[in-house]
């Protein structure tokens, strides 16, 4: 693989590179069963992290994962930094550019930011979700825990349901999973999704709908309400019964085999029962461990450039 210097998306990489991470993921997931869980690939190299928005899984895993990899890791946290006193996104940049870091991992709300960063520093810049833009690491780990499910992604069926318009996630993981080869559809309320001639996905309205499609994979999203700035949808018990996996809904995804993931948190009684997060096939706990594995795969395999 020709170096890369940062990961801003998955339109970014081609299938080659895409295959490249997802099957150095393996032996880093290895790892994990060993006492000692930890190799010296990164050893010497610094890591920032720096997230303008929440996060438990993207933060706390690349964290784990830059340590698996023997690297210094740095958390830059908004709230108690000197953003709070109104320094700008500019001199934010230049003071990291100054620390001379070699991976900086981003989250803001910006869609594009984490770019701005990449093209200001000679960091490998990591887009850990920037606005309802793109969730790269998110769609590798999505696409590992089905290939590590399956066996393939070729040919599988996935519904992405929910909040598709606000989603980053569903962006991401819709194109690494059509580019390697599986069927993508949608479903969610007429004012949450994007219609066929934008998205080039066919949108489902009901689980009726999706269910006769027969589907392998139900892949539920987050209610975005920090993304909402006007109601798209009734309210919660209502959106719960259309679009969320019930206990009924439970009992024919089991008959079927289906498998039920989420990149979380999630809003339990919204978009998913209490059931459904102990079904056998609910793949939600693995995508989190998948997340560090796929993460030192991505840490491991950029190229920063030389700081001056
Ligand atoms: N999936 C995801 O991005 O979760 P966090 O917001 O907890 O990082």
Redesign the pocket.
């Known amino acids: 693989m020709k170096p890369i210097k940062d990961l801003l998306d998955i339109s970014s990489l081609t299938i080659e590179e895409i295959e490249t991470l997802l099957e150095s993921a393996g032996p880093m997931k290895e790892l994990f069963t060993k006492s000692v869980k930890k190799v010296p690939a990164l050893k010497g190299k610094s890591v920032l992290t720096l997230f303008y928005e929440?996060?438990?899984?993207?933060?706390s895993s690349f964290e784990v994962a830059a340590e698996r990899l023997s690297a210094d890791v740095t958390s830059f946290t908004v709230s108690t930094s000197s953003v709070v006193k109104g320094e700008s996104v500019h001199d934010t940049i230049a003071t990291l550019q100054s620390m001379k870091m070699d991976y900086i991992i981003v989250r803001h709300y910006n869609s594009g930011l984490p770019a701005v960063i990449a093209r200001a520093t000679n960091a490998s810049v990591v887009n850990?979700?920037d606005g309802a833009h793109a969730?790269p690491t998110?769609a590798l780990l999505d696409a590992f825990t089905i290939r590590e499910a399956c066996g393939t992604i070729t040919g599988k069926k996935v519904v992405i349901i929910g909040d598709i318009l606000h989603s980053r996630?569903a962006r991401s993981t819709s194109l690494i999973l059509t580019r390697l080869g599986a069927e993508v559809r949608y479903m969610g309320p007429g004012s949450l999704t994007p219609l066929e001639i934008h998205s080039g996905l066919t949108t489902f309205r009901s689980f009726d709908e999706a269910f006769a499609w027969r589907p392998d994979f139900i892949y539920l999203l987050r209610v975005q309400k920090e993304r909402q700035d006007a109601p798209f949808f009734p309210n919660a018990r209502e959106y719960n019964q259309i679009y969320g996996v019930t206990k009924e809904r439970l009992k024919r995804i089991a008959d079927e085999g289906m498998y039920i993931m989420h990149?979380?948190?999630v809003n339990r009684g919204v978009e998913i029962c209490d059931e459904a997060m102990e079904y056998e096939r609910c793949l939600i706990n693995k995508q989190v461990e998948n997340g560090i594995a796929c993460r030192m795969s991505v840490l491991y395999h950029l190229t920063p450039q030389t700081h001056r």
């Open positions: 929440p996060s438990t899984r993207t933060h850990a979700g969730h998110q996630v990149p979380g948190p």
